[in-house]
């Protein structure tokens, strides 16, 4: 997200905010799963966001499943 962080949002947690132009960026390069341009302003989500998340829960399910065996 490019705008700037309203009172008492956290970066992280919240949103992440980035600049204009790294939002820019990454739209040119295919960084982002997707992405939209809302009253100005980019919000998107990168693929690394993602793809750590869907690491993060494959070994969950693995080590669950090991477990169960």
Do not use: H
């Not at 905010?17 to 009253?39: C, H, P």
């Amino acid at each position: 997200m490019c705008r700037p962080k309203r009172p008492g949002e956290v970066e992280g947690v919240d949103y992440f905010f980035v600049s204009k132009g790294q939002m820019e960026e990454w739209i040119q390069s295919g960084e982002l799963l997707e992405w939209a341009l809302v009253y100005g302003e980019y919000k998107g989500i990168p693929k690394s966001q993602v793809s750590t998340q869907l690491i993060e829960v494959n070994n969950i399910l693995c080590m669950f499943a090991t477990f169960m065996s």
